[in-house]
Nanobody
Framework: QVQLVESGGGLVQAGGSLRLSCVVS????????VGWFRQVPGKERAFVAA????????YYKDSVKGRFTISRDNAKNTMNLQMNSLGPEDTAVYYC?????????????????WGQGTQVTVSS
């Protein structure tokens, strides 16, 4: 089992920044991948970014490349998502998710563990 708890959401103006954090605990190893997804009402959860627990090989949704950075804080056992140059299109509930395996996976159905979500609202 893996437990995930997100924090850091909020309201920000367009062009601003937010940093989301996901505290990861439980049966975590270097073969664990942690990802961020987002969801708006009426749509499926969409992949944003993911990283293996050992910190190698991050990958991103095309529309966030160059703006978002996923990273691991070893001391705090967290996976962070730094979001810069935010726009209204980034407004969503953001979820942290985990799965076991080395391959790059962007489908939400392949992730087994989920946090409760944190709201990000970007005003124009």
């Amino acid at each position: 089992q893996v437990q995930l708890v997100e924090s850091g959401g909020g309201l920000v103006q367009a062009g601003g920044s937010l940093r989301l954090s996901c505290v990861v605990s439980g049966r975590v190893s270097s073969a664990t991948a942690v990802g961020w997804f987002r969801q708006v009402p009426g749509k499926e959860r969409a992949f944003v970014a993911a990283l293996n627990w050992d910190g190698d090989a991050p990958y991103y949704k095309d529309s966030v490349k160059g703006r978002f950075t996923i990273s691991r804080d070893n001391a705090k056992n967290t996976m962070n998502l730094q979001m810069n140059s935010l726009g209204p299109e980034d407004t969503a509930v953001y979820y942290c998710a985990a799965r076991f395996g080395w391959e790059r996976v962007t489908m939400s159905s392949r992730y087994n563990y989920w946090g409760q979500g944190t709201q990000v609202t970007v005003s124009s």
